[in-house]
């Protein structure tokens, strides 16, 4: 299954959700009131991401005089990508992590932090760039600002939900359900939040898988990009990047990853099986 259509699946299971829950509680017009609330929050965000990403990290913007062999870089991946030049950023810190952001290829940022252009030799660094680039041509912004979306009407459907438990009851009494219905709502209103965040989660993975595919092809050298994440998975062990949980699908890999108990609540998918794919897209066999 291609990485497009899964992504399509997932969204479409979401909104199944949304459809599912309305009807269940009832209450079209709260609907319409929380997918409006929803859209205005996370698409202001998705218009703004860059610049409230890299405020966030201290991100310090690096022109060709400061960062040559950075801009020269991204400048041939940008080429090969046919994607306009993006504006370089440095974040202050001694963690190796990237991530792009930006509305669209023409508004778009590549951050890094100090400590991967410490880490990475140039075929590494290249992959890395390569993979964000493709976050970039791939629109994954958009696509998880929709995600996000869909999940936040979710979860504002289920708090209205209890809202109204607590203080108006379920309104469907009439109907001979009583305490039934009150379970079935109260149920609902956990488990519908908890299944919009795992599939939420999964888009994130499903774009991380298609952004490695693609940074792949970009450069050529899936295993530049394979090598990489490998440095990167050790060294987030050992220099971990303070970061936020609401951002930490940003960067290539979750700087989170030391506090994560659950994989299905993960933004990313697992560094071995990102490499390992990598590696078969080369045909590598050792």
């Known amino acids: 299954m291609s990485s497009m259509l899964r992504t399509t699946l997932l969204l479409g299971a979401l909104t199944g959700i949304i459809l599912w829950f309305g009807q269940f509680f009832g209450g079209s017009q709260g609907l319409v009131v929380a997918f409006v609330f929803a859209v205005v929050v996370n698409f202001g965000s998705y218009w703004f991401s860059d610049r409230i990403v890299l405020a966030m990290y201290r991100a310090r913007e690096v022109g060709e005089a400061e960062a040559p062999a950075l801009h020269r870089t991204v400048r041939n991946l940008a080429v090969q990508a046919g994607l306009p030049m993006p504006r370089l950023y440095v974040i202050p810190s001694g963690a190796a992590n990237a991530f792009a952001t930006g509305r669209n290829p023409e508004h778009a940022a590549v951050a890094v ?8 030799n140039e075929r590494e660094l290249a992959g890395v ?9 791939n629109r994954d912004i958009l696509i998880s600002s929709i995600a ?20 108006a009851g379920t309104g469907r009494d009439d109907e001979g359900r009583g305490g039934a219905g009150v379970v079935g709502l109260l149920l609902m209103s956990i488990l519908a939040p908890l299944a919009a965040m795992i599939i939420q989660m999964a888009v994130s993975r499903t774009r991380e898988f298609a952004a490695d595919e693609t940074g792949a092809r970009i450069t050529g050298d899936p295993l530049g990009l394979a090598s990489a994440l490998d440095k990167l998975g050790a060294a987030a062990a050992r220099v971990p990047l303070e ?17 994560s108990l659950m994989r299905l609540f993960s933004t990313h998918p697992p560094l071995e099986e990102r490499v390992a794919r990598l590696r078969a897209m080369a045909g590598y066999r050792g």
């Open 148 to 167: 996000a979306t869909l999940a936040g009407v979710i979860m504002m459907i289920a708090n209205m939900a209890r809202w109204t438990m607590m203080f």
């Open 129 to 137: 760039l390569a993979h964000e680039l493709a976050h970039v041509r």
């Open 113 to 120: 932090t100090e400590g991967i252009n410490r880490l990475m």
């Open 243 to 259: 970061a936020s949980p609401q951002t930490a699908h940003f960067f290539i890999v979750n700087p989170l990853s030391g506090r």
